[in-house]
Antibody
């Protein structure tokens, strides 16, 4: 069974930066379509960013220019660098593996999530 | 476009419930719709992919369909069990390098 474990969440002031990590087990992140999806407290799911196997990066309009997705193949880990954080970025951040091809894919599995709280 | 779901649905154990996911613009059949179940305190997990396919391990009580006349997708759960009580989200591709999720539907099994 494949696993994803996120880390790096915490309390951060508005305007601050945070880097989330997603460690993958039993499959290589560099040959799959990997995404970050967030969920604000009591709210629905919002796709945030994706990194495709070929290296293409995609972002939701709400985070474009502030967040950067990347991966370290040697550590088999996906990252999300979050800069200029805003109160409305407060959410549980999940990483998820895409199944299928590109944007035709669906997400399975998901990690357990890491909570990011942006507050002064 | 947006995917609109009912905020909540409910039914009794053993009954059948259907959750809709209506696409606001464009045609629902343009891109596959996927469905996720999220139990309280847990991460989402897929229950239907590519409109009507079930991932391994998902019981055949779960089924999906597309209705072009209403421009919507539907998730149907038959023979409801208390363990089905959860939030359900639909998801699709917007054709412009973004994924879109529906707002989610809370299923209560009375």
């Amino acid at each position: 069974e494949v696993y994803l474990v996120e880390s790096g969440g915490g309390l951060i002031q508005p305007g601050g930066s945070l880097r989330l990590s997603c460690s993958a087990s039993r499959f290589p992140v560099n040959i799959h379509y990997m995404s970050w999806v967030r969920q604000a407290p009591g709210k629905g799911l919002e796709w945030v960013s994706a990194l495709f196997s070929g290296g293409d990066r995609f972002y939701a309009d709400s985070v474009k220019g502030r967040f950067t997705i990347s991966r370290d193949n040697s550590k088999n880990t996906l990252y999300l660098q979050m800069n200029s954080l805003r109160v409305d970025d407060t959410a549980i951040y999940y990483c998820a593996k895409g199944v299928g091809f590109g944007f035709l894919s669906w997400f399975d599995p998901w990690g357990q999530g890491t909570l990011v709280t942006v507050s002064s | 476009f947006m995917l609109t779901q009912p905020h909540s649905v409910s039914a009794s154990p053993g009954k059948t419930v259907t959750i809709s996911c209506t696409r606001s613009s464009g045609t629902i059949a343009s891109n596959h719709v996927h469905w996720y179940q999220q139990r309280p305190g847990s991460a989402p997990a897929p229950v239907i992919y590519d409109d009507n396919q079930r991932p391994s391990g998902v019981p055949d009580r779960f089924s999906g369909s597309i209705d072009s006349s209403s421009n919507s997708a539907s998730l149907t759960i038959s023979d409801l069990k208390t363990e089905d009580e959860a939030d359900y989200f639909c998801q699709s591709y917007d054709g412009n390098n973004h994924w879109v999720f529906g707002g989610g539907s809370k299923l209560t099994v009375l």
